[in-house]
């Protein structure tokens, strides 16, 4: 509970001075006049875990792990990051509607959708690391296909894709 207010509340202070205000920052622009799109880093927050699995292990936690899944991908660990983010979502939207949290379907959490619906303040970048190569078959497939249940399942939120393109084979 604690880690959750200290994140809302960092959260807000970046919001409330602007974002992230510096030259080196992509503020980008709108898509167009008719459907402009949130300036990264000034409408936007990124929410991310580790990169890796040292999740917790209480109790507590352990609860809302989902044995349904498999263990070896972490996808079981979906609904437990997926409803932090919706927690933290939810609260800011009280504070700051017009405002999103951005984080990646990642590892486990590209593995296994939420067992519930994700806050519509919520984007979802979906980590596509099999077009690195065409050799990544069937990991290319699987994960074409992981990306259009992600996007059906949450067809109005805003969506992206990250793409590994620094780590060429």
Known sequence: EGFFRQTVEDIRAYFDVGGYTNRYTNQGSPCSVKNPAPSWGKDVYCLEPMDNGAFCECAECMKQYRPDLPK???????????????????????????????????????????????????????????????????????????????????????FGVWLYNGFPH
């Open 72 to 158: 070896e991908l972490s996808a079981a660990k979906s609904d437990y990051w997926f409803g932090f983010v919706n927690k933290v979502a939810r609260e800011i939207k009280k504070s700051h509607p017009d405002k999103l949290i951005s984080t990646l379907a990642y590892g486990g959490g590209r593995e296994g959708l939420p067992s519930f619906k994700i806050e519509d303040n919520v984007v979802v970048h979906f980590c596509w690391d099999a077009n690195r190569g065409p050799n990544r078959e069937p990991l290319m497939t699987r994960q074409m296909n992981l990306m259009r249940a992600w996007r059906k399942a949450y067809p109005k939120n805003p």
